[in-house]
């Protein structure tokens, strides 16, 4: 999780899937107890600090995605992009 705040703007709906999520993973990581800027790309790279593949859903537009994708390419992490098997185009370089 971004930071331990987030929860509380969400709405009911998506509180009670933000409990679901946490009491079926087997761990979670919080970067910070508030919230502050930049703390979403804090947490995009202890993601790809952590993983081995990227799943992602990334039309080739600016934005966080796209830091994160580039992220995880410098890293040399798998990147599997669900948006070019969906448009049947490749958007990521793989190399």
């Known amino acids: 999780m971004p930071f331990l705040e987030q929860p509380q703007r969400f709405d009911p709906y998506w509180k009670a899937e933000h409990r679901n999520v946490l009491k079926m993973a087997d761990s979670h990581l919080t970067v910070s107890s508030r919230y502050y800027s930049g703390v979403f790309h804090r947490r995009n790279e202890v993601l790809i600090?952590?993983?081995?593949?990227?799943?992602?859903?990334?039309?080739?537009?600016?934005?966080?995605?796209?830091?994160?994708?580039?992220?995880?390419?410098?890293?040399?992490?798998?990147?599997?992009?669900?948006?070019?098997?969906?448009?049947?185009?490749?958007?990521i370089n793989h190399g």
């Not at 081995?52 to 537009?61: A, E, F, L, P, R």
């Not at 966080?64 to 958007?91: F, M, P």
């Open 49 to 91: 600090d952590h993983c081995s593949v990227v799943v992602c859903y990334y039309d080739g537009q600016p934005g966080g995605t796209h830091y994160t994708v580039k992220l995880a390419q410098r890293q040399g992490r798998e990147i599997i992009n669900l948006c070019e098997t969906q448009k049947g185009r490749s958007l």
